[in-house]
């Protein structure tokens, strides 16, 4: 059955399957009165309605605008507690770094979800991953990171396994290794995660990437490398958490070992920002952070202008970005972190697709996966301009979320 889309003021999207860095993210797409015919899950054709191909079935927008679904390259859903107390501390003036040395921020959420079980978390995780689709998310990453030990980081991924059937949205899974355990030594902690973990998820398909949080709580530039070596020697991509507070060297690392991606980057300066330029590697910005935590945005504008290729992502977590709405964290990253609302949309669709090794998705051209949204507006700039919700419809895979 192929069914033709009409009634679309305007589709925006990026074209091309090369990642868009520097000037190219400005080069959205614009097609006036244009449609969409399908077929199963895929796009067979977008084009002008008036040039349209036969077809079995029409279905009518009525005048509203269409863009690529958007795809979050940076969530943490599944964990459980709360972290409120921090929050009125962090209202009352005590720091981040503070709340965490003294064992609360991540150290707390990893309390709770050691003792959480798989069918636990998934529970916590349905409706978070609904609001985020809801608002545009037909692809999310969803992160481990808050178990610290092998049952619940494994029993995490095993959660995000079975999210996938809850959901009509892409789940990509990733292995975070967040910090290293207060009642662990160092090396012997390093040893196991790059001898039992990475072998076991690579060997069972749990994850498709391993990210490593570089900062001054977190991992060393020359830890983070090991175990991401590790990775990469078991076929698994590599990611990492960098610059947060602290400009280490994590994003050189990432340019480094070409990381599908470096995400955070609010310390980072002209010298990560060259790094960044130089290399294939996204800088995954998330405005969430500077929203609720108050840091200075990541350097998205310096970064684009300076011939590096920007994502967005929600970062959604208990602590440091409570970020329900991708079409908020675009809209945000607008405001926050320089963006124009073109270089916004790239940014989490095609920018963000790269970020997490895909390519059948975050454009609007044949042979991709149907999975874009209806505005309810006639005007695409719609979903960069509102902090609430400007999505109408989501479509997945060819069909209505």
């Known amino acids: 059955m192929k069914t ?3 009634g679309i003021t305007e589709l925006a999207t990026a074209t091309g399957p090369e990642l868009k860095k520097g000037p190219e993210q400005r080069n959205l797409k614009v097609i006036k009165d244009a449609a969409l015919l399908v077929e199963g899950e895929t796009l067979l054709w977008v084009g002008e309605r008036k040039d349209a191909p036969a077809h079995d079935k029409t279905v009518d927008f009525r005048n509203k605008a269409v863009v690529p679904g958007l795809i979050d390259p940076h969530s943490h859903l ?3 507690g709360s972290r409120l107390n921090d929050f009125e501390d ?5 720091s981040y770094e503070e709340i965490l040395s003294r064992g609360g921020g991540i150290h707390q959420t990893v309390r709770y979800t050691q003792a959480s079980t798989a069918f636990e978390m998934v529970s916590l995780a349905v409706p978070r991953m609904n609001a985020l689709v809801r608002s545009g998310a037909t692809t999310i990453e969803v992160k481990t990171g808050y178990g610290l030990n092998y049952d619940t980081e494994m029993r995490m991924l095993e959660a995000i396994r079975d999210l996938q059937d809850f959901t009509p949205a892409r789940i990509v899974p990733t292995l975070l290794i967040h910090l290293p355990p207060k009642d662990r030594d ?11 973990w990475i072998p076991e998820v690579a060997q069972e398909g749990l994850a498709s990437a391993v990210d490593v949080f570089v900062e001054k709580e977190a991992f060393t530039v020359e830890e983070a490398r090991e175990i991401l070596q590790a990775a990469r020697s078991h076929g698994l ?3 990492l958490h960098a610059d947060q507070f602290h400009a280490l060297g994590g994003v050189e690392l990432a340019c480094e070992l070409g990381s599908l991606s470096v995400d955070h980057l609010e310390a980072s300066a002209d ?4 790094a ?4 294939e590697t996204v800088a995954t910005v998330l405005p969430g952070v500077t929203l609720h935590l108050g840091l200075p945005a990541a350097p998205a504008r310096k970064i684009i202008d300076a011939g590096g290729a920007v994502a967005i992502g929600t970062d959604h977590n208990p602590g440091s970005s409570p970020m329900f709405s991708a079409s908020l964290a675009l809209a945000l990253g607008v405001r926050l972190n320089g963006l124009t609302p073109a270089e916004a949309l790239i940014a989490m669709t095609a920018n963000a697709a790269h970020a997490l090794g895909l390519s059948d998705t975050g454009r609007l051209e044949a042979g991709m996966k149907a999975d874009f949204l209806v505005l309810d507006s006639h005007d695409w700039r719609e979903i960069a ?4 919700n400007a999505v109408g419809k989501v479509y997945i895979s060819g069909k209505e979320a």
Not at 90 to 94: P, Q, T
Not at 186 to 195: A, H
Not at 271 to 274: F, K, L, Y
Request: aromatic content about 14%.
């Open 271 to 274: 010298q990560q920002i060259q």
């Open 186 to 196: 160092r090396k012997d902690f390093i040893r196991e995660v790059t001898e039992v």
């Open 4 to 6: 033709l889309y009409i």
């Open 385 to 388: 301009y509102r902090f609430g």
């Open 78 to 80: 599944i964990w459980s």
């Open 237 to 239: 991509h590599t990611k």
């Open 90 to 94: 962090r209202i009352k003036g005590v």
């Open 276 to 279: 960044l330029a130089a290399s």
